[in-house]
C-alpha cells in the first residue's frame, strides 16, 4: 500500500512527477509552491528553494499578474484551468511563455498543475503577425499604385484621343495609312474604356470585394480580341474558339478580360519565329467540373527548369528585356481571386496549353 507525502503525491507517482520532461508543480491555496519538478526549475533557473521562498505571482510578468490572479480565484472556488496563457520571467530575465492546465482539490487545499513552454511558438506567431502587417500594407500601397495609374493614364490617353479625332482621314490619300488610322482610333478608344474599367472594378474591390457574376466567355473574347486588334492583325493570329459546351462561366467580366489579354499577348509575343500564332480556345464540362482549354502553338515552356515559379511575381521565363513576368503572375491571381484554379502543360517549342477551372455557379438554373 501506498502512502501519500505532505504535497499528496504517492510513492507511485514521484518517479512521474520528478522525471516527466514536462513542467509540473504543486502548489498551494495561500498561493506559494509546495512542490516542483526538475523540469520546471531547469526552464526557469531558479533553484527549488528560491521559487518556494516568495508567492507566485512574483515570478510572473507583471503585466499578466491581475488576469492569473483572476484565474487563480476560480481555482479557488473548485473550477479547474485550461489553455490558459501567462508569462513567467526567469531568474535571467528573460519571459517565459506558458501554457497551463490546473486541478484544484480543496479536500487537500493545493493545486496540480501541467505547463508547456510554448515560447518559440509565440515568437513565430510574432513572426508570422510581422509578415501579415507587411503584406498587409505592402496591399494597401499596390492597391493606391494601381488606382492612381488607371487614374492618372486617362488624361494623356483623353488627349491622344483627341489629337487622333483631328485626323481628317478624307485627306489621307493612302488606303494603308487610312486603315492604320483607323485602327489607332479604335485602339486608344477601347484603352480608355479599360482604364474606365479598371477603375470601376477597383471600386467595387474596395466596397463589395470581388463580384462574380455570369459571365459570357464569348463576349469576353470579343472585346479583348477588339481592344488588340492591331496587335492580332499584324501578328497574323488565328483564333479557333468552340464554347458551345459551356458558354457561361461564373467569374468577374473584367478578371477575366485580363486572362484573356494577358494570355493572348503572351501567345503572340513568344509566337515561333516565322510562324504565325495559332489559338485554341474551348470550354468543356468533365464531372461536373466547368473548364476552358487555352492551347497555343508558341515557343513553349520547359517546365522542368521553371515550372516551380511559373506563376511567381518578376520571373521572366523566356529572357530578354521584354520578359518581365507579371502577365502570367496576373493570370494566376485572377483565376484564384475568383475561386477557380489553373493548370499548364507545355513544352519547349511544343507549345503551351493552359486550363482554367472555374467556380461553380451557385444559381445554375436562374438566368
Not at 20 to 46: H, K, R, T
Not at 63 to 70: G, I, V, Y
Not at 167 to 185: F, G, H, S
Not at 299 to 314: A, E, P, R, T
Request: aromatic share 8%.
Amino acid at each position: 500500500m501506498t502512502t501519500p507525502s505532505k504535497t499528496g503525491l504517492t510513492e507511485t507517482l514521484a518517479p512521474f512527477f520528478n522525471q516527466s520532461i514536462d513542467c509540473l508543480c504543486i502548489a498551494n491555496f495561500e498561493g506559494y509552491f509546495v512542490d516542483i519538478n526538475p523540469g520546471f526549475l531547469e526552464m526557469l533557473g531558479y533553484s527549488k528553494e528560491e521559487l518556494m521562498s516568495k508567492k507566485i505571482s512574483e515570478f510572473i510578468y507583471a503585466e499578466d499578474r491581475e488576469l492569473t490572479n483572476q484565474k487563480r480565484q476560480k481555482l479557488l472556488e473548485n473550477v479547474p484551468l485550461v489553455n490558459f496563457e501567462n508569462r513567467y520571467v526567469s531568474k535571467s530575465g528573460k519571459l517565459v511563455w506558458l501554457h497551463w492546465t490546473s486541478i484544484p482539490l480543496p479536500e487537500q487545499g493545493l493545486i496540480y498543475a501541467i505547463a508547456k513552454d510554448i515560447t518559440h511558438k509565440k515568437q513565430l506567431q510574432k513572426v508570422q503577425l510581422s509578415h501579415l502587417n507587411d503584406l498587409s500594407m505592402a496591399n494597401r500601397e499596390l492597391k493606391l499604385l494601381n488606382y492612381t495609374t488607371a487614374h492618372d493614364l486617362r488624361s494623356p490617353i483623353n488627349n491622344l484621343i483627341s489629337l487622333v479625332n483631328l485626323i481628317d482621314l478624307d485627306k489621307v490619300i493612302d488606303p494603308e495609312t487610312q486603315d492604320i488610322l483607323a485602327m489607332i482610333k479604335v485602339s486608344t478608344n477601347s484603352l480608355i474604356d479599360t482604364m474606365n474599367s479598371q477603375i470601376d472594378s477597383f471600386k467595387e474591390i474596395d466596397t463589395a470585394q470581388r463580384q462574380l457574376s455570369r459571365t459570357g466567355l464569348m463576349e469576353v473574347i470579343n472585346k479583348v480580341q477588339h481592344s488588340i486588334g492591331s496587335l492580332i492583325k499584324q501578328s497574323g493570329t488565328r483564333f479557333h474558339i468552340n464554347f458551345s459546351a459551356l458558354s457561361i462561366v461564373w467569374f468577374n467580366p473584367q478578371a477575366l478580360e485580363s486572362v484573356f489579354l494577358n494570355l493572348i499577348t503572351n501567345s503572340i509575343k513568344y509566337s515561333k519565329t516565322g510562324i504565325s500564332p495559332i489559338i485554341t480556345i474551348h470550354s468543356a464540362i468533365e464531372d461536373g467540373k466547368h473548364l476552358l482549354r487555352y492551347r497555343d502553338n508558341g515557343i513553349g515552356i520547359d517546365m522542368s527548369k521553371v515550372g516551380h515559379q511559373l506563376f511567381k511575381l518578376n520571373q521572366g521565363h523566356h529572357g530578354g528585356s521584354n520578359s518581365k513576368g507579371v502577365g502570367l503572375y496576373l493570370v494566376h491571381q485572377k483565376v484564384t481571386d475568383n475561386g477557380g484554379s489553373i493548370e499548364v502543360d507545355s513544352k519547349a517549342n511544343h507549345g503551351t496549353t493552359f486550363t482554367i477551372t472555374f467556380k461553380e455557379d451557385p444559381n445554375p438554373n436562374i438566368r
